[in-house]
């Protein structure tokens, strides 16, 4: 007892020492590694990214606003908080947390456009980060093979692109499901807008050119030995600029343009919903809401949010990290995936008392926020500061945006994320991917997100399994006197395919008469389980009752010593498949 006591003390005296060392602050606190190394150079850069993202942040937030199906303050309530948390705790300098298209998507889904689950939902998603980090369960999300994904995020795309309609076609009263507000906005288009049409139209083949000319690479025809002549530098400066902050531009000048005609009592298109201004109430999320004139609380309110608590903070997860690395290893540094849960849990939950709704990684704006030249996560700051001065001053003004314009943002937005592309690559490579693929893509848009994934997940794990449990083998036959059968297996051989190795070392030498002799070519096999080895014992003891030899051939050494710890009668192992025929044709030699 003494002995174990002491383990104990010195173990938490070992945990303690490493909790409260400069490298265990530095893991935990990043700023601390990089702060001290801040200078005015670094906060050039990430005032101008900041200020970039800021701008790019305030339209996307009012227009996923719309389609989390939630007062439009309430994405940028989403916007600021987890800007300031992550530069204390994140570990990417190009990541920026807040509102997001699939994140909005399933929060309409969950919250069903009430702003006390969306807030709780916020929370919740915070607390399952959080805890997922602590535990380094992040590798949960890698059971979501990339067909999932990518047939997931395609389904998303179209029904937030389609659920966008009625605000191009000035539509009222269009339900939410996929397939009713595709029959609701044929039915309607009678009714349609013909101003909101019109507006929402042009806004769209703007924000597509201005994107083009933001891409476009300027200099593919040009000689890399001419230097650009200042007039050039600042157009393309110019156009970057432009093209970078294209919805803040669009929804900034169609406002204008609609609040003249407002004030001058001429009114054609559908105007946003009034926002209040200021800044959000601080404050612990209501687990209660008024809904049908009685109070919503308790298990009841839990059981409104179902499956959103676990599924919806996975997918920002998967968000997160995925975004995060591919920026890392685009700009050459790394990202700890375990910090990175940590401190997107941690602005999920700080920022529920803030009145946000679930937040992740923005794939635009951190792009935005790359090229744009941020230095250090502390470029979030300023984007975040811009967000509070917007909703301190300019909030009135929002009621004059045509939601015409928000619905051009938004489908022009999210139009990159199908990825249409993947489907001849999936086809030509491996076509059961791309049969995941599809029917998670169907799944998600006519089950709904929580069941396309689970589908997705489970058509993918099926096909996994069904790899394990017929492992790919091919049998050669060895021209000579007696005829050897040589069985390959291409990869490590599971309990699944105890079955199936049987069977097929039966059929490769006692199919029928004469029997053959049989080598297993273990050349490309690194792992066995207790069941595969108690099926090659069952194999060795069936060719030894019919007098034939089965062998096995180029064994590593720990797989060796596994089978003969298992005591199997007759086995024999040979370095080669040259030295076990040799084997054979000897033992049939003397036996002749």
Known sequence: MAAVLRKCKRNGVKLVQQTCSVRFLKKRLPIVGWLPKYNLEKFQGDLIAGLTVGLTVIPQGLAYAAVAELPL?????????????????????????????????????????????????????????????VLQLGFLVNFMAFPVISGYMSAAAVIIGCGQLKLIFGLKNVRREFIWNIYDTFRKIPETNHWDLTLG????????????????????????????????????????????????????????????????????????????????????????????????????????????????????????????????????????????????????IVSSFFGSYPMSCSCSR??????????????????????ILALAFIMPYFQYIPSAVLGAVIIASVINMFEYQVIPKQWRIHKPDLLVWIVCFLCVLFLG???????????????????????????????????????????????????????TIHDAGLDEPPYKPVILDFAHVSHLDFSVIRSLALSVEEYGTNNTPLYFACVNRDLEGKLKKASIKNLQCFPTVQLATEAILGKTYNDS
């Not at 994934?453 to 790899?467: K, R």
């Open 73 to 133: 303050q309430y994405g940028l309530y989403s916007a600021f908080m987890g800007c300031f948390i992550y530069c204390l705790f994140g570990t990417s300098k190009d990541v920026t947390l807040g509102p997001t298209a699939i994140i909005s998507l399933m929060t309409a889904e969950y919250a069903k456009g009430e702003p006390t689950l969306a807030i709780a939902l916020c929370l919740c998603a915070g607390l399952v980060q959080f805890t997922m980090g």
């Open 201 to 348: 139209i042009i806004s769209f083949v703007i924000l597509l050119i201005m994107k083009w000319l933001k891409d476009r690479n300027w200099d593919k025809n040009r000689d890399p030995f001419t230097p650009l002549t200042t007039r050039q530098r600042v157009g393309r400066k110019a156009i970057w600029l432009i093209g970078t902050g294209r919805n803040a531009l669009i929804v900034i000048v169609t406002t204008i343009f609609a609040g003249v005609l407002f004030s001058n009592n001429i009114r054609p298109f559908t105007m946003t919903k009034d926002v209040p201004p200021g800044f959000p109430d601080v404050g612990p999320p209501s687990f209660s809401y008024e809904h049908n004139n009685r109070t919503v609380e308790g298990e009841e309110f839990f059981s409104h949010l179902g499956a959103g608590i676990a599924v919806l903070p996975l997918i920002a997860i998967l968000e997160t990290i995925a975004y995060g690395k591919a920026f890392a290893s685009r700009n050459k540094y790394r990202i700890d995936a375990t910090q990175e849960l940590l401190a997107l849990g941690i602005a999920n």
């Open 366 to 387: 951190t792009a935005i926020n790359s090229t744009s030249g941020v230095r250090t996560p502390l470029g979030g700051i300023f984007a975040g500061l811009l967000v």
């Open 449 to 503: 997100i929580q069941f396309g994934i689970l589908v997705g997940v489970g058509l993918g794990l099926i096909i996994e399994l069904y790899g394990l449990a017929k492992p790919g083998t091919k049998v050669d036959t060895i021209d000579c006197c007696p005829k050897i059968a040589v069985v390959r297996f291409d990869k490590g051989l599971s309990f699944p395919a105890s079955d199936f190795i049987v069977t």
